[in-house]
């Protein structure tokens, strides 16, 4: 058995407060642009399997039991009873929330109590743009606005995120530099004319500047790389060097070979285990070690990636126990690694990378 301390989960979201049906259930569990094949349910896929094994026995029931029945009893404990019971059972001692994603979540305080563990805010930037310019009439009150807002939540948060659509991909590998303050100023003015009342940020020196704006803090910033294939984001990776600033690359799968190869070839780089694993399910040990072939241990972070369902946060770190038991027990039993290595490597991955990258023990 690798031992490991509680997980540090170092990139998830909150949890949906209401009860769901089969149909809002599976809506959540796979994000799909369509409905499953005909005959068959989102509970036949590689994380509906891996939902059945590890979640059932949280609630009271048999591992792999029928979706109707597993759904059923959940309803029996109620929302918050059923969140609580397998945030609880998943082994994690600290949660790192984005806060930025839509939907009715349970932010960091609410997640904490329901896991019984820590939580800190990692701060979404598009939001603070968004709120900016609402509350600005003119560009220079909207750059203005903005810069206080990241000044203020850095304050508070460990870390800065960016959305998951590829906007941000294609922005910084199109022009990994800095946007200079006129290009700002235009962008910005067009943005506020067309915006109306509402809309989101698209555009991409705007949002080359939201990324610039965050590194200046010295926070870490993660940065999604599943949208689009990391490897075109090297430029900025390189312009972002000797900052200060560490870069989390995120849910890379399955492109998790180039965001390893990013984390091993620059030092402020790190890579996030992520999701994958829950995805992957059976496979998820095969998927695991491909990430230990390529990065120096001290660049990989555990994560579940969850949303919504407190199932996504649970399987994400018992998936993550079970590989990581596959992996380097598997590497002791056949003499290649000791025990003590093994242990060691384990609790770098499970929480200790996470708390040095953004510095959770000096937060009290």
């Not at 590689?46 to 939902?51: D, L």
């Not at 704006?213 to 599943?226: F, K, M, N, V």
Request: with cysteine; proline share 7%.
């Amino acid at each position: 058995m690798i031992e490991t301390p509680p997980l540090v989960d170092q990139h998830c979201h909150g949890v949906l407060r209401t009860e769901l049906g089969l149909a809002t259930f599976e809506a959540q569990l796979v994000h799909a642009s369509g409905p499953p094949a005909a005959g068959t349910t989102f509970f036949d896929t590689q994380t509906g399997f891996a939902v059945r094994r590890w979640c059932p026995p949280l609630l009271g029931l048999e591992p792999h039991c029928e979706p109707a029945r597993y759904l059923a009893r959940r309803r029996e404990l109620g929302a918050a009873e059923s969140g609580r019971r397998l945030l609880r059972g998943s082994g994690v001692g600290a949660y790192l929330v984005d806060t930025g994603a839509p939907g009715d979540l349970a932010g960091p305080k609410e997640l904490a109590v329901a896991g019984d563990a820590e939580a800190f805010e990692v701060v979404r930037l598009e939001p603070l743009a968004e709120r900016a310019a609402d509350a600005s009439g003119t560009v220079a009150g909207f750059l203005a606005d903005l810069a206080g807002s990241v000044h203020r939540a850095a304050a508070g948060a460990v870390a800065f995120g960016c959305g998951p659509h590829a906007g941000y991909a294609a922005a910084l590998a199109g022009a990994p530099q800095p946007p200079g303050p006129g290009e700002v100023r235009g962008a910005a003015g067009r943005w506020l004319a067309a915006r109306a009342g509402g809309g989101a940020v698209r555009d991409p020196v705007l949002l080359r500047h939201l990324v610039w704006s965050a590194l200046a803090s010295g926070l870490p910033l993660q940065l999604h790389a599943a949208a689009a294939e990391p490897e075109p984001l090297t430029g900025f990776v390189r312009a972002t060097a000797g900052l200060g600033a560490k870069l989390v690359l995120l849910g890379g799968y399955p492109h998790h070979r180039h965001t390893a190869r990013l984390a091993a070839a620059h030092p402020h780089v790190h890579a996030d285990i992520g999701p994958a694993l829950a995805r992957t399910g059976a496979r998820a040990a095969a998927v695991l070690a491909e990430l230990l072939e390529l990065a120096p241990f001290g660049k990989l972070l555990f994560s579940s990636g969850g949303r919504g369902l407190p199932e996504l946060h649970a399987v994400g770190a018992l998936a993550f126990r079970e590989a990581l038991g596959r992996v380097l027990g598997g590497w002791v039993a056949d003499g290649a690694w000791s025990r003590r290595d093994a242990d060691r490597v384990a609790g770098m991955l499970a929480a200790g990378n996470a708390r040095r990258v953004y510095r959770l023990d000096e937060r009290g």
